[in-house]
């Protein structure tokens, strides 16, 4: 999809929700865990489903539907989003959420909040599906992030390798790794 990193098995999350649904039990939770890594599935019990569509809803997003969200918020909101943010915003609209107030009465309106993780700089490929090149080229122009912009602008630099002395205990090579990372960094940004 045109939002890459929802392109996940198992959500990095999904061990904590589970946590959270089961009142903390560790060892039922730790059971899941390891029929998922097996079988790669879980199906859980009525119990625990309508535990868990208690406080969570769901909603299946096309790509198409991420960029018609990802349009309308730039035109109703001068927003771009990241397509991440923008299937939230799709996904929210399909459980009943309104995110623009142009035709929308306050009857209609249910508080929300969506909060973005990333910058649209990120997914140039998607904000130009959605947006258009014009449109890309026109946020690029005006809204690109400075840091983002300096980052683009440097060399690149070479891969670094790091090889382990030998004879070091795993705490030297970490240590010896720290230092260099941090001249790394100090040196280039």
């Not at 107030?101 to 993780?117: D, F, G, H, Q, V």
Request: with cysteine; net charge negative; aromatic share 10%.
């Amino acid at each position: 999809t045109l939002s890459d990193a929802i392109n996940i098995e198992v959500p990095y999350n999904f061990e904590r929700i589970a946590f959270y649904i089961t009142g903390g039990n560790h060892v039922l939770v730790k059971e899941w865990m390891l029929i998922m890594e097996q079988t790669q599935q879980l199906t859980l019990d009525t119990k625990w489903l309508a535990r868990l569509k208690k406080d969570f809803r769901s909603a299946r997003v096309t790509d198409d539907e991420m960029c018609s969200a990802l349009r309308q918020a730039h035109a109703t909101l001068s927003y771009v989003a990241d397509p991440h943010t923008a299937v939230a915003m799709a996904a929210a609209e399909k459980l009943g959420y309104v995110f623009t107030t142009e035709t929308s009465s306050e009857e209609e309106m249910m508080p929300m909040a969506i909060l973005a993780t990333a910058s649209p700089c990120k997914f140039q490929e998607a904000v130009t599906v959605a947006l258009g090149e014009v449109g890309w080229k026109r946020w690029e122009e005006d809204s690109f992030p400075p840091r983002a912009q300096r980052t683009l602008q440097k060399e690149e630099n070479e891969p670094y390798h790091y090889p382990q002395k030998e004879g070091s205990s795993l705490s030297e090579v970490q240590s010896e790794w720290r230092k260099m990372m941090i001249d790394i960094v100090n040196n280039n940004f």
